[in-house]
């Protein structure tokens, strides 16, 4: 008998600061490599602040936005490693989630959050409001690293790493299951008449 072999997930990976000397490289860099191996998904790691991005949204097209929005059609769904600065997400998130439009809908986002006690989940309960209006869905269970700054050595490997490997593990199979379920789904009414 013969198993049929299920489509790899185009996974993105967003960064979601680009603030000079920001902590999210550790964070996306550890994501990374959670994602990556053996698994079913595909990578692409979007960064904004090596994309070239207007700083402003532009009137006419613009050649870095069109990139962006093909690396985001492409995906079957979403990571986000998201900071908290203020009790919120970043304004370089924001601009990039904006830039996009329809090539967000029907798809799955994940989030993995760092900051101080909060663990940066004030950023994602604001993020869940700003992909609901996407019509993208986001994942229940995610990644969150309250006191980030203690939580990885000098050289950047994660102390303690049991409990975070096993949520992101929980966090991914779920964004598995929506992207491969989403897929599909995307193609049919309402959502199909936005389908490439």
């Not at 600061?17 to 994501?31: F, K, N, V, Y």
């Not at 995610?142 to 102390?159: E, T, Y």
Request: charged fraction near 25%; aromatic fraction near 10%.
């Amino acid at each position: 008998m013969h198993r049929r072999l299920e489509p790899r997930i185009k996974l993105a990976l967003i960064y979601g600061s680009t603030r000079e000397g920001r902590l999210c490289d550790t964070i996306a860099g550890w994501a990374a490599a959670q994602i990556e191996g053996d698994g079913p998904f595909d990578l692409d790691i979007i960064d904004p602040a090596t994309l070239g991005l207007p700083e402003r949204h532009p009137r006419g097209e613009h050649d870095a936005v069109r990139a962006l929005r093909q690396r985001i059609g492409n995906a079957d769904g979403f990571v986000i490693a998201t900071p908290e600065y203020n009790r919120g997400y970043t304004a370089a998130l924001k601009f990039l989630i904006d830039l996009v439009g329809e090539e967000w809908r029907g798809k799955p986002v994940g989030f993995v959050s760092y900051g101080g006690v909060s663990g940066g989940l004030r950023a994602v309960e604001q993020l869940r409001l700003v992909f609901a209006e996407l019509h993208a869905m986001t994942i229940r269970d995610g990644v969150c690293f309250a006191n980030v700054w203690s939580r990885f050595d000098a050289s950047g490997k994660l102390i303690d790493a049991d409990q975070p490997e096993k949520a992101m593990a929980v966090m991914l199979a779920q964004l598995h299951w929506w992207a491969s379920a989403l897929r599909n789904a995307r193609n049919s009414v309402p959502y199909g008449q936005f389908a490439a």
